[in-house]
């Protein structure tokens, strides 16, 4: 990697590119009349207005004015990033865009830096869960399009970058075209293993161009099979959003009191991170491939809904028709899942309770589903259910709840149902490697199979013929 | 109900009902978004009859901070590689719509216009940028004059950037030429934010080549 950014300053453009209406329509940093301005005079601009910038008023998701305020100062101090040029605004003008984008050119060492916003709203994730089944998915073309049509010849070095959705949009870009010589990808999300199958040979071509930068307790960039280099931070704190804020761009700054900026490498991720990392790998990989764009999209639905702690949202998604399979297949997997990884439901249970969700329901899930029998017996009576967690002292709130929702004894059943069919599971949840885990047969890249899984078969096979020569030494020699 | 193929597109891009917008089966959400969107259309229809338009897709303020969405669109036979923009807010049961097209029709003069006063004094310039701050609503339409934005009788927060060819002038002319396309720009009644940039020569990259950069406000 060869860009001439401090980690820091890579983190502070991804700060500028969420700064909207500070002090107003001149403290929006993606607009088309920011172009051919310096980051600096942008700066400037804005603190000129300083005054107009409210303290308490949140700005971008999770961002006050007055966190902004230190983010200005810190680049207003930084020399390099001042002089750097705003080249180009983009809007993304095609179907299923609404990105944002910036083209920025650092004069000083002729380096070009293309930045992608995040996008933030609900629909986000309508793209961001497609990437579950669709390889590429339509943010992603779009985003190369845009930056094939850049005029980049001139330049030294090529550098992508972005937070969240624009991480992923920035590794999308790297894996897909030779000239990019850096990809700072910022709390972006991976890949699906059908990704990393069919692009193992320009995955492994360029992912050294990559490096992840990661909130150690974000949450996005666990979503599938990351790629390249990780680097995990510590993040400053839980704001009004609480353990929401882990994933806004701005989790990873501390600023000292002089106002400087600098980045505190942490140890590793967020154990309850890599868990539930691991665990969705593993669900996603035991769903099968005609079900995936149901199990993607029931799973968008109901991060949406915990977003915004909608929790009769989620509830919702438990009863309507559409998702209901996906998802009592969803708690039935985290359920079943305990027993391999018995971490693992204290680790959503302190995930949900740092969410502001109340905890007691999934233990009362886990008892009745742990209790099959009961709930053959019981079926779908609802108030012989609602007894029977009398009698097992189940908090008064989830009594409440369940009474007002007799919809979920439904579901209640579905997912007891569906534990029981649930005999085999991929329990490894690990990111794919596309050089050791992938192997092509063909020269069109028509077939691929993970090694792991010939591994697995090269060990059935050898305990098969095994067997089978033990069967046959002790039959033929008699 | 009935779609149009560009409703199925950009609905669809919005929600996770997919396969049923396809089919013309629509939520109560997909079902508000389809309203707001026609909405927008019809706007930019009424306000600018002589153009044609298309919605490309939308950012919603949902799950945001925004208190308004955001339609991206596009105006056939204007060559742009950037959406233009539609800021929608609900006002009770009506929309109040905004947008950045207008920039379009008023561009070009402004760019002339100034390009001539400045020429004309000698000054020595290879480019002028207009471009403008603010969404306007409905009461300005396709008949916007370019005059009545560029002196500020219509709120459309002016940004002019000049670019000047520096190959003739030394690093202490900067300063007094900052001072006379003041004067002049002040003569003309020019109101907004005007940025100078000295290049080095014609020829000069616009981002490389920089000798000096001014910001001055015309209030």
């Not at chain 1, 309770?353 to 886990?366: C, E, I, L, P, W």
């Not at chain 2, 300005?140 to 670019?163: R, S, T």
Request: net charge negative; hydrophobic share 40%.
């Amino acid at each position: 990697m060869n860009s001439n950014l401090t980690l820091e300053e890579v983190v502070l453009i991804n700060n500028l590119l969420y700064c909207e209406n500070l002090g107003g329509p001149k403290g929006t940093f993606l607009h088309p009349s920011q172009e051919l301005r310096t980051i600096g005079d942008y700066v400037k601009g804005v603190l000129r207005n300083v005054d107009l910038i409210e303290d308490e008023t949140e700005y971008s998701t999770g961002v006050t004015g007055a966190e902004y305020k230190e983010i200005l100062r810190a680049i207003k101090a930084n020399d390099h990033l001042k002089e750097i040029i705003i080249q180009q605004v983009h809007y993304e003008s095609e179907g299923a865009g609404g990105g944002r984008s910036a083209f920025l050119v650092d004069p000083a060492y002729n380096e070009a830096i293309i930045a992608f916003k995040g996008t933030q709203s609900d629909a986000e994730w309508i793209d961001n869960v497609s990437g579950l089944y669709k390889v590429p998915t339509e943010f992603q073309e779009n985003a190369l399009n845009w930056f094939k049509s850049l005029e980049l010849d001139g330049f030294d070095i090529i550098t992508v970058t972005g937070h969240s959705k624009g991480g992923n949009k920035s590794k999308f870009i790297t894996i897909m075209d030779d000239r990019v010589n850096n990809c700072f990808s910022f709390d972006g999300q991976g890949f699906s293993d059908e990704f990393i199958r069919q692009y193992s040979a320009e995955i492994v071509k360029n992912r050294d161009k990559i490096l992840n930068i990661i909130a150690e307790s974000d949450f996005v960039n666990i979503l599938l099979n990351d790629v390249g280099k990780k680097q995990f931070y510590l993040g400053t704190n839980f704001g009004r959003l609480g353990f929401a804020e882990n994933h806004c761009a701005n989790a990873i700054l501390f600023f000292d009191d002089n106002g400087d900026v600098s980045l505190w490498k942490a140890k590793g991720q967020d154990k309850k991170m890599s868990d539930l990392d691991k665990m969705l790998n593993s669900f996603i990989r035991t769903s099968r491939m005609n079900t995936k764009e149901n199990v993607a999209k029931m799973l968008g639905n109901v991060i949406v809904s915990a977003k915004s702690k909608d929790t009769d949202g989620i509830f919702g998604i438990f009863s309507d028709d559409k998702y209901k399979e996906s998802a009592a297949k969803l708690v039935a997997f985290i359920l079943k899942y305990k027993y391999e990884k018995p971490e693992m439901v204290d680790s959503v249970k302190a995930i949900l309770s740092q969410n502001g969700f109340n905890v007691s329901m999934v233990g009362v899930v886990d008892f009745i589903t742990n209790h099959e029998f009961l709930i053959k017996l019981i079926g779908k009576n609802p108030k012989s259910m609602i007894r029977l967690l009398q009698i097992n002292h189940a908090p008064d709130n989830v009594i409440a709840f369940l009474s007002k929702h007799p919809e979920l004894f439904d579901f209640i059943v579905l997912v007891s149902r569906k534990m029981h069919m649930l005999t085999r599971m991929n329990m490894d949840g690990d990111d794919l490697d596309p050089e050791n885990d992938v192997i092509t047969i063909g020269k069109k890249r028509t077939y691929y199979i993970s090694k792991r899984r010939v591994t697995a078969y090269l060990g059935y096979l050898a305990v098969s013929a095994g067997v089978a020569f033990v069967v046959f030494e002790f039959f033929g020699s008699r | 109900m009935e779609l149009t193929s560009n409703e199925k597109d950009v609905l669809a891009g919005l929600s996770f009902n997919a396969e049923e917008i396809k089919k013309g089966e629509l939520n109560e959400a997909d079902m508000a978004m389809l309203l707001e969107m026609r909405a927008v259309y019809s706007y930019l229809e009424e306000k600018y009859p002589s153009y044609k338009f298309e919605i490309s897709s939308c950012d919603p303020k949902s799950g945001t901070v925004k208190e308004y969405d955001e339609w991206y669109f596009r105006a056939e036979k204007i060559d742009r590689a950037s959406a233009f923009i539609a800021l929608v807010t609900e006002d009770g049961e009506s929309f109040d719509i905004k947008d950045d097209f207008y920039g379009e029709i008023v561009r070009g003069s402004i760019q002339d216009f100034l390009g001539e006063k400045l020429g004309s004094n000698d000054i020595p310039v290879i480019q002028i940028n207009a471009g403008f701050w603010e969404y306007l609503g409905k009461e300005y339409g396709e008949k916007i004059l370019a005059e009545d934005v560029l002196k500020g009788k219509i709120p459309a927060g002016n940004d002019i950037k000049i670019f000047l060819d520096g190959s003739g002038m030394d690093a202490s002319s900067y300063g007094d030429v900052v001072k006379k396309i003041t004067e002049i720009l002040k003569k003309e009644d020019v109101l907004g934010e005007i940025y100078i940039v000295v290049l080095k020569d014609k020829d000069s990259d616009f981002a490389k080549d920089r000798l000096y950069s001014k910001s001055i406000t015309l209030e």
